[in-house]
């Protein structure tokens, strides 16, 4: 859409964007540009600078079995995070939508967490969960069950994923709750004089009206789990133990800023461009137009 | 199920969700009162002992366990969540200003670079932005902690879709008084989107204050540290970790946050729902 009334002058206006725009150049497009560039040079052995490999650094990423561990690890991780925190989410919208007492309190109760960051779900969690100190974590210990997320993987894997499904709860809350209010109150009740009753009800017309919120959140979700929770998971487990809990965000920061090779982190920092690009592109794809037309 | 058992039910769920949110803060509260040593031996309770609030005015005043006075880790926190939610308004203002309300050479081209940025989170170029940020000479300043992160495409597209709703013949009237396109920008754009301003201001306070991996790279100078990295450096502490200390740090760190979001629900919900949509 355009608009038909516009002021004249071409100097203001470019005045007036170029805040914007020298941000973005600067700290967007250079890193961007020099991420690429990175991505097909490598340190001279002797440290003498930098060495043009082409694709190198990509063939030697796809071939190495942590970093194919690491992608795989970091899907499985974003799917358990976005099932856990939409599933849960939209229980309680359903719950939060009807006509019961104190349904305003409810939602304020619900939505507060939004302002935890995730680095802070991570300490609250330790409090829960810790072998040492943790309320559930001592206990089960004391009841004989070995459970110390340090030192067992699966464990660990599965207190980063409550650390960061809980925190995304209340955001999914907040459109869900949006989403069922749109619904027109008399498509549910020409659905409920047809005889459909609660579960039917939900499956068949409530859900399926719900599609956009739905795929809205699935892809806010996946990128929440794929980048954000890194400071829930190097807060709680650094990656470990081992590599157990080590996503792509972290293996990026971990090669580059830790062990200081530019030319895989780079390279991986690249792989990791072109997934949100298409996971950008098929959000416009199917919801995007509202915002170029 | 009758309507009676149905209600019941949803009451039973709701409190079941509210709890789960609430008891572990609750907990953290409750242990920010208690001993250190009764917590590191596992005697956490979930009762707060009213008559001990001893650890606060510790943690605000003194440093411990490797991070600085939590009032001077606040002071920076608000600093920067303020400078990215106001600089981040600011800047995305005129520039949707600019791309609504003017024809000038390459108004596409600006709109799409803009656009593109969505495609490049911080944690996709870590390593690249930290030289940028070194040949800039931002490494360890507070200008490093904020300036970088103020482009935003998203709030360039929430107030571009606000101007373009602006009727024509509102323009026009304008235009008849003899009103300039910066007076039109002060007197009629901005007032008419001040809802999706308040609704901007509290998602990107709170951005700014939950920021991790940004500090984490651009600052390691103890005295540029966010509450949020304090915080995660104390639990870091292998031995002797203070715990009370930890628990009364992150009450802290996560009040004001909470509280800008609670007290201003009603902007806040309406704009995250129809503005990201």
């Given amino acids: 859409m355009e608009r038909r009334t516009v002021f004249g002058g071409w100097l203001l206006p470019i005045l007036l964007v170029l805040p914007q725009l020298t941000l973005t150049a600067f700290f967007f497009y250079w890193p961007a540009a020099q991420a690429v560039w990175s991505s097909m040079t490598t340190q001279d052995a002797f440290g003498a600078g930098e060495v043009f490999v082409g694709l190198d650094n990509f063939s030697d990423l796809l071939a190495d079995p942590l970093y194919i561990a690491s992608m795989v690890r970091t899907v499985v991780f974003c799917v358990t995070v976005s099932a856990l925190a939409m599933g849960l989410a939209l229980a309680l919208a359903v719950f939060a939508d009807r006509e019961i007492r104190g349904k305003g309190a409810y939602r304020t109760l619900l939505i507060w967490p939004y302002a935890i960051a995730p680095a802070l779900s991570s300490v609250l969690f330790l409090f829960i969960l810790d072998p040492r100190v943790g309320m559930l974590g001592r206990p089960l210990n004391r009841m004989g069950f070995d459970w110390d997320y340090h030192l067992n993987g699966n464990q660990a894997l599965l207190t980063v994923v409550m650390a960061s499904a809980w925190k995304q709860v209340s955001y999914n809350f907040i459109f869900f709750l949006a989403g069922l209010q749109s619904i027109p109150r008399a498509v549910i009740e020409a659905a409920r004089m047809d005889g459909a009753k609660g579960w039917r009800r939900f499956r068949t017309i409530t859900f399926p009206l719900l599609a956009p919120t739905t795929f809205f959140l699935l892809v806010v979700n996946i990128v929440y789990a794929a980048f954000d929770t890194f400071g829930t998971i190097n807060a709680l487990t650094h990656g470990g133990p081992g590599k157990d809990t080590e996503t792509l965000v972290l293996k990026v920061y971990r090669d580059g800023f830790i062990n200081q090779d530019i030319g895989s982190s780079s390279a991986q920092s690249v792989i990791l461009m072109l997934g949100v690009i298409a996971i950008t592109a098929v959000q416009f794809r199917f919801m995007g137009k509202k915002v170029t037309e | ?277």
């Fill in chain 2, 1 to 277: 199920m009758p309507r009676q058992d149905r209600d019941w039910f949803a009451h039973a769920m709701l409190a079941l969700g509210v709890v789960l949110f609430a008891l572990p803060v609750w907990l953290v509260l409750a242990g920010s009162t208690q001993d250190s040593d009764a917590i590191a031996r596992g005697d956490l309770s979930l009762v707060p002992d009213l008559t001990n609030f001893s650890a606060y005015p510790k943690v605000l005043t003194q440093g411990t366990m490797g991070a600085p006075p939590v009032w001077h880790m606040l002071l920076v926190s608000l600093g920067m969540a303020l400078c990215i939610a106001g600089g981040k308004i600011a800047i995305s203002i005129l520039s949707a200003y600019a791309v609504v309300f003017f024809r000038f050479p390459f108004r596409k081209i600006a709109f799409w670079s803009i656009f593109v940025t969505l495609m490049l989170p911080v944690e996709v170029r870590i390593m690249p932005t930290y030289s940028v940020m070194a040949t800039f000479g931002l490494i360890n300043s507070f200008t490093g902690l904020w300036v970088p992160l103020i482009a935003s495409a998203t709030a360039t597209l929430l107030f571009r879709q606000v101007f373009v709703a602006i009727p024509d013949e509102l323009v026009e009237a304008a235009r008849m008084d003899g009103a300039g396109p910066l007076r039109f920008l002060k007197d009629i754009a901005i007032p008419v989107s001040g809802a999706n301003i308040a609704a901007l201001f509290v998602i990107l306070f709170v951005y700014g204050w939950n920021q991790y991996l940004w500090p984490l790279l651009v600052a390691t100078d103890p005295s540029l540290d966010t509450i949020v990295i304090g915080l995660v450096k104390m639990i870091g502490v292998e031995t002797q970790t203070d715990w009370s200390a930890v628990m009364a740090t992150a009450v802290m760190a996560l009040l004001p946050p909470v509280a800008v979001v609670l007290l201003m629900q009603r902007w806040f919900v309406a704009g995250l729902t129809e503005g990201e949509k």
